[in-house]
């Protein structure tokens, strides 16, 4: 089972200021990646999918990168709505899927 | 737009069983994949299986293998996670969510349905 592993758990970051969330897997899994966002008492939001591409509706200010085994999902200027909790999702060697541990997005 | 509705919440015994289910609507049923998750209380997400109805295909989480049973009537359209043996740590908001068969990446979800393990 390929563990994908967040840093850093908790990050705080002002409005308006760029924000880069990691996420690593224990081997390569090529650029089967997914990003999700997800608010208190809701279900996560797909983000970003491919590694790099971005899912329907979603804006520009959030982007995927990295292949392999090392990938980050950044947000360019973060805005009130994007403070929540982060996971990362491989679907490279699957069933089963596995997600990070999540990383956590606070105001600053 | 495909919408996911799941079963209201439920209070179970340790040692009992819950059924949840999930209802698409929208979309054809069969031709796309249903997978469950779990959220315990300020944790993280945690696979538990799936199943693409169209092909009878079913897929387990290895921490769920014997205790997990995913199902799905195609003549109600819906889908259904069986858990057995239930104990305290059981105790979770359970998901479903909607995925290309060939693309295990999860872009519609049901809204939740919280399960409660106690005595």
């Known amino acids: 089972e390929i563990v994908m592993t967040q840093s850093p758990a908790t990050l705080s970051v002002s409005p308006g200021e760029r924000a880069t969330l990691s996420c690593r897997a224990s081997q390569s899994i090529t650029n089967y990646l997914a990003w999700y966002q997800q608010k208190p008492g809701q279900a996560p939001r797909l983000l970003i999918y491919?590694?790099?591409t971005r899912a329907t509706g979603i804006p520009a200010r959030f982007s995927g990168s990295g292949s392999g085994t090392e990938f980050t999902l950044t947000i360019s200027s973060l805005q009130s709505e994007d403070f929540a909790v982060y996971y990362c999702?491989?679907?490279?060697?699957?069933?089963?899927?596995?997600f990070g541990q999540g990383t956590r997005l606070d105001i600053k | 737009q495909v919408q996911l509705v799941q079963s209201g919440a439920d209070v179970k015994k340790p040692g009992s069983s819950v059924k949840v289910s999930c209802k698409p609507s929208g979309g054809t049923f069969g031709a796309y994949g249903i997978t469950w998750a779990r959220q315990a209380p300020g944790q993280g997400l945690e696979w538990m299986g799936g199943i693409i109805p169209l092909f009878g295909a079913q897929h387990y989480a290895p921490n769920f293998q014997g205790r997990v049973t995913i199902s799905a009537d195609a003549s109600t359209g819906t889908a259904y996670m069986d858990l057995t043996s239930l104990r305290s740590e059981d105790t979770a908001v359970y998901y479903c969510a909607w995925h290309d068969p060939g693309r295990w990446y999860f872009d519609c979800w049901g809204q939740g349905t919280l399960v409660t393990v106690s005595s």
């Open positions: 999702q491989q679907y490279s060697d699957c069933p089963p899927v596995t």
């Open positions: 491919d590694a790099s």
